[in-house]
C-alpha cells in the first residue's frame, strides 16, 4: 500500500528539497486534524502555511533553487511562478493552476480574524473550502508528480479525501453502523463520539445508536478512565480519549 512517506520519497528522487517535501506534509496533517476537531482557525491557519510550501515547492521542483520555508514571501513567488512558461497542460495547472488556489487560501487567512486583527471570523464553511482545497492540491501534486505507478498514485489521492474514521458510517439523521465486528461497547462509545467530536453527545442518543442496555454503566467506566467529560448536556472527549480512539482504534485499522 502507497503510504505518505513513499510519496515524499519519491518527491525527493525527483530533487525536491526534503525540508520542504516533510513540511508540506506535515501541515496537511495538521489542516486535517484541526478540521476534525473543529478548531475553524487553525485550520484556515494551517492551510495558508501549506500553501506557502506548496509554492515552495513548485519552484524547487521548476528552477532547484531553494526557498527558505521559514521566510516564505508568498505574493513575491506567487507572480514569479505565474511568470514561468506553460508550454503544456501539466505545467499551466503546476504553475497557474494550483498557485492561484493558494492564494485563494491566503486571502481568507489574511482577510479573516486569523493571522491579523480583523472584525470578521472564520467559519465552518472557510474550515471546509480550505481543507478541500489543500486535498484538491495535493491530489494534482500526485497526479502531476507520482510517477511510480497508477494505481498507486489513484489509491493516495483516494486516501487524502477518505474519512478519517474508517470504522464508522454515517447514514440518514446521524444514524451510525460501527463497521468491525465484534467490537466491544467500550470501543463503540468512544468512537462514536470521536465521531462527531467536538459535539457533546447525551446518553439517549448514544443508547439509540447502540441499542444496549450496558451503555450507562459503560458510560461511568469510561468516565472513570478520564476518557470523557460529562455534565447535563452529555459526553465529550478528553484529550486521552482522543489519545485512546487514534492510537488503540484507528491506527489498527491503517
Given at each position: 500500500m502507497?503510504?505518505?512517506?513513499k510519496f515524499a520519497s519519491e518527491l525527493i528522487s525527483m530533487g525536491i528539497d526534503k525540508s520542504i517535501v516533510d513540511k508540506l506534509l506535515e501541515e496537511y496533517g495538521i489542516v486535517k486534524q484541526e478540521h476534525l476537531l473543529g478548531d475553524d482557525e487553525k485550520v484556515v491557519l494551517h492551510a495558508a502555511k501549506f500553501s506557502d510550501l506548496v509554492l515552495?515547492?513548485?519552484k524547487n521542483k521548476e528552477t532547484g533553487l531553494l526557498v527558505d520555508i521559514n521566510?516564505?514571501?508568498?505574493?513575491?513567488?506567487y507572480e514569479e511562478l505565474l511568470r514561468y512558461p506553460k508550454p503544456t497542460a501539466e505545467k499551466t495547472i503546476l504553475t497557474l493552476a494550483i498557485p492561484r488556489v493558494a492564494v485563494s487560501i491566503q486571502t481568507l487567512r489574511n482577510k479573516k480574524n486569523v493571522a491579523h486583527i480583523k472584525t470578521i471570523d472564520p467559519c465552518v464553511l472557510d474550515s471546509y473550502y480550505c481543507l478541500s482545497s489543500c486535498d484538491w492540491i495535493l491530489s494534482e501534486l500526485t497526479m502531476l508528480l507520482y510517477t511510480s505507478d497508477p494505481t498507486e498514485a489513484k489509491e493516495l489521492i483516494d486516501s487524502f479525501v477518505r474519512k478519517?474514521?474508517?470504522?464508522?458510517?454515517?447514514?440518514?439523521?446521524?444514524?451510525i453502523v460501527i463497521l468491525k465486528k465484534d467490537m466491544a461497547l467500550f470501543d463503540k462509545i468512544l468512537l462514536i463520539m470521536y465521531h462527531f467530536y467536538p459535539k457533546r453527545l447525551s446518553n439517549a442518543f448514544l443508547n439509540r445508536q447502540l441499542n444496549s442496555t450496558n451503555v450507562y454503566g459503560t458510560l461511568q467506566r469510561i468516565d472513570d478512565e478520564k476518557l470523557i467529560h460529562r455534565n447535563e448536556k452529555g459526553n465529550k472527549l478528553t484529550q486521552l480519549g482522543i489519545e485512546y480512539v487514534e492510537n488503540k482504534l484507528i491506527k489498527q485499522t491503517e
Open positions: 502507497v503510504t505518505y512517506e515552495a515547492l513548485i521566510d516564505v514571501h508568498f505574493n513575491d513567488l478519517k474514521i474508517p470504522l464508522v458510517e454515517e447514514f440518514e439523521e446521524q444514524s
